[in-house]
């Protein structure tokens, strides 16, 4: 792992494209994309590129540090109304308590998915999530 800079801090943003998931169950739309560098996750949005269509839809959506049973980084329920209008973003709040719980190692992994809590089935429809993460600058060795 390179060191720390002393000086300020660099952004990535990632977009991840991702079709509704069918029915009501637990999905993993992404699992386990390693993230390869140390950071923390600043702000996390949700939007349709295809409108989203099915009568009353409403999914709990939750971006996960590790595995489908790792711990919660940003969560919100996501509602017919929200991605009904093409790119227009929602943003998903990032869970800070406990202190750190957003902040991702070297080897850490996320992990986007539609829990099965509050769950009123999606039938169409194509979403873009956008991840944005901080790091501190680095430097070579």
């Not at 998903?92 to 308590?97: E, N, S």
Request: hydrophobic share 40%; with cysteine.
């Amino acid at each position: 792992m390179p060191r720390g800079a002393p000086y300020g801090f660099s952004r990535d943003v990632q977009v991840h494209t991702i079709p509704f998931p069918a029915g009501t169950g637990q999905v993993s739309s992404l699992l386990s994309l390693p993230v390869g560098f140390g950071c923390t996750v600043e702000k996390v949005q949700i939007y349709s590129s295809v409108a989203a269509t099915g009568a009353g839809a409403s999914r709990t959506f939750n971006v996960r540090k590790g595995t489908a049973t790792g711990t919660v980084v940003a969560t919100g329920t996501v509602v017919l109304a929200d991605l009904s209008t093409t790119g227009v973003p929602k943003n998903v709040p990032v869970t800070v308590a406990p202190l750190g719980n957003a902040d991702l190692q070297d080897t850490d992994n996320l992990t986007i998915e539609w829990a099965t809590a509050g769950a009123v089935a999606y039938t169409a429809g194509t979403f873009h999530v956008v991840v944005t993460l901080r790091s501190k600058a680095q430097r070579a060795v």
